[in-house]
């Protein structure tokens, strides 16, 4: 975009994995992030995916690499494990943003296996991506010894030479790339790196091939950006082929249905979109618009993907703002969430195909009305962006940029030059002085082109003894220089009247133009900082004006401040006024004057009429886009009063009402309100007839949870209902509302009791009344908290009680009360315990403190012990540990048999895990011999005893297909089919048998067969397979993955032939009567488990879930929990909501 001034990406966009959750489930401020559970060494090649087979070697590898099974068990050894699993973090952290943490961990991985290329890539792409390309070259150099023809490799060491400048190395590289690509992207940015040396005549030797390869194949959707940005600088790109390739960077990302328009109450939401809130040129036209916002109508929010970057610019953008979060950290479903968290109407992108660009993020909906706007000079080339920003200007409608966007016009100007330079500007021309014209252009090297130079060398030639001055990154560079003077020679411009000048500070920078008396315009990109800079310094600007957005923006500024006499329509035109200009000195010095004060009292540098322009643009584009404004523009009673004010802007809204600046670190609105008791309350009914007071409010995570399911969410209270039995003691130790407080009364009976824990004023009113509802007597109630000492401790307290914590410092702003602390084994006498059969910790950090406070507790009793696997999204090894150090040994839940099986730290767990469970070994006996635990997992599988048709023959779905199933001959048969039958017969024999080891034998075999299948024939009748085989087994990421792709075929493609068996994808899809409707059946039930398993509850999902709830109703099958899912996402989403 113009502002940029030629910043590209290369792979830098924010990876894009398979699936999304809610970390935890009331975890790091409800911020909640798309997390891939694939290794990047096996999405580096990854595209999107296709109807050919070869697609789905992707999905073998992806699970063969996930678990680890246990064929590979058996020839992995001890570091070969130790490595996998640090592959298997590191991927997680890398597709969630969070690089440094990655590198970290990248150097242990690297440590064990040096020559292992994909931590190779891991490593060096975590550095990339956090703006350290000098650093990932040593990686990648030695990682292209290992393996010379590594496409990913060469591409990432090519675009960390660019980024780092390593000029011969670039070349080197993309002389091998020109002659001998691998792919589309090598040669891309072979031409790329072209351009950035000013090498021309390569650059026009590869251009035809490099874009008839990109434009007849599927472009690479990371690497397409960076051409997208240069191309902008090339003459003789069409219109037309310039929208093609931007329509294909859009087609390559997701198509997601619009939000429904909200009615807006209060203030417009908008948030500013952009990687360049610090100081960087499109921080110049936004630092006046931030703060000059009308505040009683807009209320302003800043998205900024600064990656270190911030400065003294960044600060004052985040005391500008309404709220300011930095999301470096978060990948484009976590943005999106965020975004839809806090309800925003208008979201804004600043960036377009630049560096650190977040436009991708924009195929997802983050707000109901989505905007291109000053960081991108063309069409972004996505669906879901529906207006872009411009002015009269800027657009030739007959000829000049077409837009998959509808245009928003501004009347006069679409920019704001916001920063005001108090420096000594000279007053004469400075060839007065010096007795020759010194011509100037300060845009950057890649909107230099031959045609330019070619240009600008006849005006050099027609003014005698004139020289030119050139500054851009890398210009003073050896390699560069020669290629400049070598382009100058050709049209007999001699080197010594070429002047590069080096990179300087800002300052020096716009001094700089004290010695230019003339400053040249590229075409057709032209400049638009640069222009102003021009201006403001009195330096008069020659430009040529295109057809093209990027070939006018220079000529809207000039006709906005009202200087038209350097204007141009053609290259003889644009000579001729260069000339002209040379040959007046005194015009010269009488324009320097003069040119400063034209720009002041433009719009372009006028805030409040370029305010109030923007303003009703965005408004317009709301009514365009069915937002109800009705509320905010119904006039006040002091209307009149005020017309002649100035507009209410940030710092004096400021003074009449609150306003937080939220960083992902620091606190939010939420934490820093006081919390209060609520004074409406509701009772909610949840399994086996349990009553559960909790406040009344949907904003809440508990009574959202509750009234959506009518129960809680967690597998885990599925299976304590099958182990607690009358008359058992049972401690609850962080009891919250009392969801398996109450479930723990009811279990034990009269016979048994319950000691809950629970330290919040506020909570245990609520346990109170839920108590007293239930008529339990059974159940001691204690308002404290534990840990390793007696005494009190502050208890910080949030909105959601779930993330309650004791404070291990002072430095939080959160609200807070003091809570009395007990140690767990000072209770052993004061409640006279005895026998304590089970305990659920839940203690939001405080567990080993606990621990270590209980030491003869878990001596002398044997309970098992329900805790939780995370603290934020860290696994808690330590408590793992430290319960290890006390014998007490770790068990997962299987979910689909509810059988616990033994847990290896080891083995990568999903990523949906929350809970654990851990006894010493005389309850793990018993437990094992009721049925519930399996000491040992046996890798042998016995024989299936039943077989597919009995299971299958159950349910609807499957009655009038079984009797075709079965009639079909061999050679009708996919390929693979005997493995195939053998993994259904697995599932069946699983189901119908009656012992845990058994049942666990059978299931893991079966998803062992159905992962080797992926490598031989796959079809949507598997996946549906393999997705209810991998949700029994509790690997519900990769459930979660095979239904996005499910759903994506089925909607695409509008057909399922149902060519082999298949299991339904969730046991409420089986007992589902398809009613001749296979198709819409098939799509209902996967849409239905995808928005069942992709979190834990729409509660965190929010107001994106409602496209997918309301495609399924619109399917005709019956959900109730989807109705309910709908009415609560709508009515959570309108101020105030009360439950009734």
């Known amino acids: 975009m113009p502002c940029h001034g030629g910043d590209y990406p290369l792979t830098r966009s924010v990876p894009q994995p398979l699936y999304y959750m809610c970390i935890g489930r009331k975890k790091i401020n409800f911020n909640f992030y798309q997390t891939s559970l694939i290794p990047l060494s096996l999405t580096l090649a990854h595209k999107s995916i296709g109807e050919k087979n070869e697609h789905f070697n992707f999905w073998h590898n992806m699970c063969s690499h996930w678990f680890n099974l246990s064929n590979r068990k058996k020839t992995m050894n001890k570091k070969q494990v130790q490595t ?52 990932s070259i040593p990686l990648l150099e030695q990682a292209i010894k290992l393996a010379p023809d590594n496409e990913d490799v060469r591409t990432l060491l090519m675009a960390s030479y660019i980024d780092s400048s390593n000029l011969p190395k670039m070349i080197e590289l993309s002389d091998i790339f020109q002659n001998q690509p691998r792919n589309n992207n090598e040669l891309i940015l072979a031409y790329r790196c072209y351009l950035s040396a000013c090498d021309w005549d390569s650059a026009a030797k590869l251009e035809n091939e490099m874009l008839l390869a990109t434009s007849e194949n599927n472009p690479d959707h990371e690497v397409l950006p960076a051409l997208l940005l240069a191309l902008n600088g090339r003459p003789n790109i069409s219109p037309e082929l310039d929208f093609q390739l931007h329509r294909e960077w859009g087609k390559s990302n997701p198509n997601v249905p619009e939000i429904r328009p909200p009615k807006v109450q209060g203030r417009i939401r908008i948030a500013y979109i952009s990687g360049d809130f610090y100081r ?20 302003v929010y800043c998205f900024a993907h600064l990656s270190g970057r911030e400065d003294d610019l960044t600060k004052q953008f985040i005391e500008d703002s309404d709220q300011f979060f930095d999301i470096t950290n978060m990948n484009n479903k976590a943005l999106h969430d965020l975004m839809r968290t806090h309800n925003i109407h208008i979201a804004i992108d600043l960036s377009g195909h630049t560096t650190c660009s977040r436009t991708a993020a924009f195929a997802l909906r983050l707000a109901p009305v989505q905007i291109s706007y000053l960081g991108y000079p063309n069409t972004t080339g996505l669906e879901a962006m529906d207006f872009h920003i411009t002015d009269p200007f800027c657009e030739d409608e007959n000829h000049g940029t077409q837009y998959i966007e509808k245009l928003l016009t501004m009347p006069k100007t679409f920019l704001n030059y916001g920063v005001s330079w108090d420096l000594k500007r000279s007053e004469n021309a400075p060839c007065i002085e010096k007795g020759y014209i010194t011509f100037g252009s300060f845009n950057n090297g890649r909107k230099i082109n031959l045609e330019v130079v070619e240009v600008w060398s006849s005006i050099l030639s027609q003014v005698k003894h004139s020289r030119m001055h050139l500054k851009f990154p890398g210009c003073d560079y050896d390699l560069i220089q020669k290629n400049l003077y070598k382009a100058f020679a050709k049209f007999g411009i001699e080197s010594s009247r070429i002047t590069t000048l080096s990179r300087t500070s800002l300052e020096e920078h716009m001094l700089g133009y004290n010695d230019i008396d003339i400053a040249l315009d590229t075409f057709p990109y032209t400049g638009t900082t640069t222009t102003c800079e021009a201006l403001a310094m009195g330096v008069p600007v020659v430009t040529l004006v295109g057809a093209k957005h990027a070939n006018r923006v220079s000529y809207s500024i000039l006709k906005n401040i009202g200087f038209e006499s350097t204007i141009a329509f053609s290259n003889q035109e644009y000579i001729e006024k260069a000339v002209n200009l040379a ?121 959202y949870v509750l009234t959506e399911q009518q129960d809680w969410f967690e597998d885990e209270i599925i299976f304590i209902r ?109 409640y006279q315990w005895r026998d304590i059969a089970f305990v659920k910790l839940d203690a939001e950090g405080e567990e080993i403190r606990i621990l270590e406070g209980g030491q003869e507790f878990f001596s002398r009793f044997s309970p098992l012990v329900m805790f939780e696997l995370k603290h934020g999204d860290q696994v808690n090894e330590g408590l793992i540990q430290k319960f290890e150090s006390m014998d007490y040994h770790s068990f997962v839940l299987t979910p689909g048999i509810q059988i616990l099986t033994p847990f290896s730290p080891d083995e990568h767990q999903d990523i949906y895990l929350l809970n654990l469970f851990c006894c010493k070994e005389d309850r793990a006996k018993q437990l094992a011999d009721d049925g519930f635990l399996i000491l040992k997992v046996d890798d042998n599988c016995d024989s299936p005893t039943t077989r597919w048709q009995q299971h299958l023959a159950n349910f609807p779905y499957a009655s009038e297909l079984i009797d075709p199933w079965q009639s079909q001959q061999p050679e009708e048969h996919p390929e693979g089919w005997e493995i195939y039958e053998l993994a259904l017969n697995q599932y069946a024999s699983a189901q119908a048998s009656d012992q845990p080891a058994t049942k666990l034998s059978h299931l893991q075999q079966s998803f062992i067969n159905m992962v080797s299948l992926l490598d031989i024939h796959v079809s949507i009748p598997r996946l549906m397979t393999l997705t209810r085989i991998a949700s029994e087994l509790g690997h519900r990421g990769v459930a979660v993955q095979v239904l996005n792709q499910i759903a994506q075929h089925l909607e695409q493609e509008k057909i399922f032939i149902p060519s082999e068996p298949f299991l339904a994808v969730s046991s409420t899809a089986e007992h589902l009567n398809p009613d001749n409707r296979l198709l819409d059946w098939s799509l209902a039930t996967v849409l239905a488990s995808k928005e069942k398993r992709q979190a834990f509850s729409s509660y965190f999902t929010g107001q994106s879930s409602l496209p997918e709830i309301e495609r399924f109703l619109s399917l005709g099958f019956h959900d109730e929990e989807m109705i309910r899912r709908k009415d609560l996402i709508r009515q959570r989403f309108q101020p105030g909501a009360i439950l009734t």
């Open 722 to 830: 099958k182990i607690i039995k009358s008359g058992m003691k049972v401690v609850d130790i962080g009891a919250n509302y009392g969801c398996y407080s109450m479930t723990f009364s009811s279990l034990v009976g009269d016979k048994g009791h319950l000691w809950a824990f629970e330290p919040a004023n506020s909570t245990v009113s609520f346990l109170k009344e839920s108590i007293k509802i239930n008529h339990f007597k059974q159940v001691t109630l204690i308002k404290a908290a534990l840990s390793n000492r007696e005494g009190t401790a502050e208890l910080l307290l949030q909105a959601n009680s779930e993330l309650n914590s004791i404070s291990t410092s002072g430095s939080s702003n959160s609200a807070r009360e003091s809570v009395p602390l007990k140690r767990l084994d000072d209770c052993i006498k004061s």
């Open 280 to 299: 960087h040129p499109v921080a110049y036209f936004m630092h006046q618009i931030i703060p000059a916002h009308n505040r009683d109508e807009f209320e």
């Open 583 to 703: 040959g007046n000195p005194e015009g010269l010095r009488i324009i320097r004057s003069s040119l400063p004060i034209l720009l002041q009292h433009s719009p372009v540098k006028q805030i409040h009429p370029f305010i109030n322009d923007l303003e009703n643009l965005y408004k317009e584009a709301c009514h365009k886009k069915g937002l109800d404004l009705s509320e905010i523009e119904q006039p006040s009673d002091n209307t009149l009063e005020q017309q002649n004010d100035p507009l209410p802007t940030r710092s004096a809204h400021d003074n009449s009402a609150s306003s937080t600046i939220n960083m992902l670190d620091g606190t939010t609105d939420m934490q820093e309100q006081e919390v209060k008791s609520i004074s409406t309350s509701l009772t909610l009914s949840i399994n086996g007839g349990i009553q559960i007071v909790v406040p009344n409010d949907l904003n809440l995570m508990t009574p």
């Open 84 to 135: 996998h699993k640090l592959i298997n973090d590191i991927s997680q952290l890398y597709t969630r943003g969070l690089y440094s943490d990655a590198e970290l961990l990248c150097k242990r991985a690297l440590a064990l296996e040096p020559d292992n290329i994909p931590i190779h890539l891991l490593y060096a792409r975590s550095l990339y991506n956090q703006l350290k390309p000098q650093e």
